[in-house]
Each structure stands twice: as C-alpha cells, then as structure tokens.
C-alpha cells in the first residue's frame, strides 16, 4: 500500500484499438482488444472526472485510431469541462472538416498527426494502406481551423534516412511541435525488431540532423528527439518512473502505469468499471509493484543514477530477460546488456531493407469484432 | 539581455492556456506536453500578455504594482517573455510577426 503515492499529470484514453493503418512498429499489444469490449461513453466520462480530482492536468486521446469512436467529441468536452487539456493523438483518418468542427465546439486543444515518412510511396508503404495525401489534407484542415498542430514520426531503418526531409514537411505544413521517436521496442515493433532497428552510423547522422534542426527551429517549431535506446549507454528514465506520473487506461477499462504494461505477464491491472481511479492509481498493486525505489535490486539500488532513470523501463526487462524486476538491459550497469548488444550486431549482419518490400514485416492487423 | 521593441504586444499563444489548478488553486499555463507552474510575479506577466499592451504598458503596469523603477523591472519582463518565446508560448505583435 502506497499512502503518499505522488501526483499524476497526464491520462493516456486509449478509446480504443481499431485503426486503419497496420504500422509494423505498433506499440499497441499484439492481442488487442476487441469493439464490442470496450468502455461506453459514460465509462470515459467518469474516468475523465476521476483523473482531474486526481489532479491529472492533460489528457491524451489516443488508440488504436481514436476517431473510429464517433462519440469522440462527447469525451472532448467532458474533458474540457473537468478542466483538463485534451490532445488528439491521431493517424488523421477520418479527420473530416465535419470532426474538425465538431471537435473545435466540444474544445479540444491540440492535434497530434503521425507521418509515416515525407512521400507517399514509402509513407504507404509503412502504414500498409494508402493514408499519405489525406495526411496531407487532414494537416491543413487542422491549421485552417487553429489548432496547434504537432507532427509525430516514428523512425526506423526505413525512414531514418529521410529525417531532413520529414523535418521540413512538418515545417511546410504549420507544426508547432515535432516529435521524432525512434521507435520503441514493444508489442508489434518488439515482434519486427530484427527489421527496424537502424545501424548506430544512421543513428548518429540522425542526431545531428535533428540537434542542429532544433537550434534552428527555437521559438518556431518545437522539436523531441526520443532516442533509441538499444543504442545508448543508460536506459530512458521510463515514464518519469513507474506510478510517479502518468496513467494509462486501455480500450476495455484496464489502468496501466505505462501503455506498454501489458508486456509484463505478472501484473494483474485493476478496471475503471469496478474501482475508482483513485482507488487504482494509490492502492493497486500494478502501480505499487515498481513505485520509488524498494523494488529494486543490485545494481540499480546502490546505483548514484537511480533517482534520475528509476533503474529504466520495466517492460523492456521483462521483454529481454523474462524478469521485470530486474535492472533495464539498456543500462550499460547491467548484467544483460550483452544479450542486447548481440541483438543490435545481428540485427546489422545481412540486414533487410524496406525497399526489398519489408518481406520480413508483420503488420498489424486488427482483433474481431 | 537585449529588450524588445517597446511597442510589442506579446499574446499568449492560442496553444496555451491559462488556468487555476484545481489542486493546489495556483495559476498554471497548459500547453501540448507541458505545464508552467506560475509564481505570483509570473502570474502578473501572463496576464498581460493579452496582445493590448506593449512591452512599455506593461512595464509600466508592474512597476507600479511592484513599487520598483521600470528601468529596474524591465530585463526581468523582458527575461520572462523570452522564456516563454522559447517554448513557443508567445504570438509577438509589433507590425512584423516576429517569433511566429
């Protein structure tokens, strides 16, 4: 039990895992939830309350392709009248003029768009469905009505190449933020890691293209760089720490610590149908499994960096060593990190390229009814 | 530091949002991914940054609320504003779109 569980800032509303692109990075779980089980309209709202009492401060409305929901809109403004910021994390399809008004009325205040890459061929391509020109369109619909408009690419071996290309497209189109995210192995991207993990000489061109992007874009157009982390001598500090400050709930009600939580076969996550967020978010034992630093073994306990990366990312233990309470293998510290490091050198040997036709990819595919 | 053009009539930006938080009733600026905590001096340049004053009314307006010279307060606003500038938090309007 975990009496002095700290303030939560953000709410991740997964609504739900429909959508239309089949990205073979997805980090959505390869078991994704069906339609028919996911939470009604009333559901979110209360969720939406409960987080603001909580003192949840933004919220972001993502899936799966939170537009397949049409009671989208409804969400917005409960949102909005509980006070939170709402952001809408989207692939942009179906993002009509018509759910643009619609969601302008209800007060939504910002617009996330993912792009694939910079032209459509391989943008495509990537998605597994022809979604770049109404990307396209759908970002200048999102300008034309003023939303602030951030731009997401995901970066792997098949788009690295195009970072100063994709840099300029979110400029052309208006984006206020940039978010360039080396893709994060979990779930669908976990099962396709062999074929998207770039080379360290592609990862290091990429963080001078975007170091110097950034100095030249201050005040303009903000730019994140999420590194990736196969490649790095310390591992992300992971949520800011497990419990510390972000919820997740997925399409069926389940409250995770991290999107990705299900990744870890030993956690048993509690429901928004049966327990209030409060409830979830101080006393479960999902988020009081790795709160603060208790749970933690040698070498991240006696570790000076352990208040800075809280011993990593608790998904990708359990995904590499089959223990997530064990320190992250990303960290150089670790006993692991050689298992890692193998990975990285046989992901290079002979590797495959996107324009071999991504013989190798397994898209995404979505769950039945 | 350098100071503004004195006729610039700083706004917040459309991206951002002023507010009172619900849990410890302090102002606080929301923006996509982030959250400015504001102390009370911040406070009373947010809320001038409204895109009606200039640089030079809204000097003069927290000089006088802080009993302090304009020529005192003035980096300090300018300090501020740059801050927000940074984090694209600010729409400048002196004839030219500056920082937009």
């Known amino acids: 039990m975990n009496r002095t569980a700290p303030r939560p800032f953000s709410l991740l509303a997964e609504v739900t895992h429909r959508c ?12 994704l939830a069906p339609s028919r089980g996911e939470l009604a309209t009333e559901d979110w709202k209360r969720v939406l309350v409960q987080a603001a009492e909580l003192g949840v401060l933004h919220v972001g409305f993502s899936g799966g392709e939170p537009l397949q929901r049409p009671d989208l809109a409804q969400l917005v403004a409960a949102a909005r009248e509980a006070g939170l910021y709402s952001n809408l ?6 993002l009509s003029r018509q759910r643009l008004e619609e969601l302008k009325r209800a007060g939504l205040d910002s617009i996330q768009i993912s792009f694939q890459s910079d032209e459509a061929a391989l943008a495509d391509r990537i998605a597994g469905v022809s979604a770049h020109e109404k990307k396209l369109q759908a970002a200048r619909l999102v300008r034309e009505f003023d939303f602030p408009l951030t731009i997401n690419a995901v970066l792997h071996r098949g788009n690295i190449g195009r970072l100063e290309q994709i840099i300029s497209l979110a400029e052309s189109l208006g984006a206020e933020r940039l978010e360039l995210a080396n893709t994060q192995y979990y779930g669908w991207a976990f099962k396709n890691r062999g074929a998207l993990l770039p080379s360290r000489e592609e990862i290091e061109r990429a963080v001078e293209i975007a170091g110097a992007a950034k100095k030249r ?28 400050k972000h919820i997740t709930v997925n399409p069926i009600g389940e409250v995770l610590p991290c999107p990705t939580a299900h990744e870890i076969p030993s956690l048993r996550f509690d429901n928004v149908r049966e327990k209030s967020l409060a409830w979830i978010w101080r006393e ?6 790795f709160r603060g630093t208790e749970w933690m073994p040698d070498p991240c306990r006696s570790c000076e960096f352990r208040e800075v990366d809280f011993g990593g990312c608790r998904c990708q233990a359990a995904l590499i060593t089959g223990d997530a309470a064990v320190t992250d293998p990303a960290c150089q510290f670790s006993p692991q990190r050689e298992v890692l490091t193998r990975f990285v050198e046989s992901s290079q040997d002979g590797r495959t390229e996107f324009s071999d036709g991504g013989r190798e990819l397994v898209f995404r595919q979505n769950a039945g009814g | 530091m350098q100071l503004p053009p004195s006729d610039m009539r700083p706004k917040l930006s459309s991206r951002a949002r002023l507010q009172t938080d619900k849990v410890t009733g302090k102002p606080i600026v929301l923006y996509p991914e982030g959250v400015l905590m504001l102390n009370p001096t911040g406070h009373a340049i947010v ?5 009606e004053a ?15 010279s304009a020529q005192e307060i003035s980096p300090q606003v300018a300090e501020y504003l740059n801050r927000l500038r940074e984090r694209n938090l600010l729409e400048t309007r002196d004839g030219s779109e500056n920082g937009k």
Request: proline share 8%; net charge positive; hydrophobic share 35%.
């Open chain 1, 20 to 31: 239309p692109l089949h990205c073979p990075y997805c980090s959505n779980p390869l078991q």
């Open chain 1, 89 to 94: 994390i989207t692939s942009s399809l179906g």
């Open chain 1, 217 to 244: 874009l201050l005040g303009k157009m903000e730019l994140l760089f999420v590194v990736p982390d196969y490649y790095s001598d310390r591992p992300k500090p992971c949520m800011n720490g497990w419990g510390q």
């Open chain 1, 284 to 289: 479960s034992e999902a988020f009081n499994r």
């Open chain 2, 47 to 51: 809320s001038l940054c409204t895109g």
């Open chain 2, 54 to 68: 200039t640089f030079e009314q809204m000097v003069a307006k927290l000089a006088a609320r802080y009993k302090i």
